[in-house]
């Protein structure tokens, strides 16, 4: 499976506290896309790294992509009791005519 | 900012009836998915769609599933005879670009099959 696959499965931080969540896939991609869940909600597009993209920034949000390693990164800063929700990465293959892949999410908990 | 919407947010229905689920994408894009979330599992791939016709589809998305463009602005998807297993939140997204563009997801439709 190419699915992409996040860790941790949980994260539990302060307010004003940095919040990075990692993601990996195992084949080649064209590019990767974040999103965010809140609970029983619909998916938040947050930011879109293309594969031939290193870093990309988005207000407080950083993604960054390592296709040597096929993982991702996104860093969430100053984080807020509001960014409390889940995270996917999903990926999308050159082969595909845009099907993406998601991953299982990690669930982000900002305590105020 | 324009966004994806979808109809109704909330479908019980009894299982082996049909049940047609509806989005209106956003009106510039050309190319719309189907994704559903079983709960507490993965988002998965239904279909994706483009100039009227599928152009892929999931081993998910049987001859009990079937997807429409009626009109200029909706895109449906239906379920011919619903199973317990079809229970799940349903997205539908639209994307300006097919293999590079962002998807914009809709709200969901929850399905609860009984």
């Known amino acids: 499976s190419q699915q992409g696959e996040e860790d941790p499965q949980a994260l539990s931080i302060q307010e004003g506290e940095n919040a990075t969540m990692n993601c990996s896939y195992k084949t080649s991609i064209n590019n990767l896309q974040w999103y965010r869940q809140n609970s029983g909600r619909g998916l938040v597009h947050l930011i879109l790294?293309?594969?031939?993209?290193r870093e990309k920034h988005s207000g407080r949000l950083r993604v960054t992509l390592d296709t040597s390693k096929k993982s991702s990164s996104l860093l969430i800063t100053a984080s807020r009791a509001a960014d409390t929700a889940s995270y996917f990465c999903?990926?999308?293959?050159?082969?595909?005519?845009?099907?993406?892949?998601f991953g299982r999410g990690t669930q982000l908990t900002v305590w105020p | 900012e324009p966004e994806v919407t979808q109809t109704p947010s909330h479908q019980v229905t009894q299982m082996g009836q049909e049940v047609i689920l509806r989005c209106v994408p956003i009106?510039?894009?050309?190319?719309f998915y189907w994704y559903r979330q079983i709960l507490g599992q993965k988002v998965e791939f239904l279909v994706s769609f483009y100039n009227n016709e599928i152009s892929e589809k999931s081993e998910i998305f049987d001859d009990q599933f079937s997807v429409e463009r009626p009109d200029g602005s909706n895109f449906t998807l239906k379920i011919r005879s619903t199973k317990l297993e079809d229970s799940a939140m349903y997205f539908c997204a639209s994307s300006e670009e097919g293999l590079i563009g962002e998807q914009y997801f809709g709200p969901g439709t929850r399905l609860t099959v009984t």
């Open positions: 790294i293309r594969s031939n993209e």
């Open positions: 999903a990926t999308r293959r050159g082969s595909t005519l845009g099907r993406l892949y």
């Open positions: 009106s510039n894009h050309l190319y």
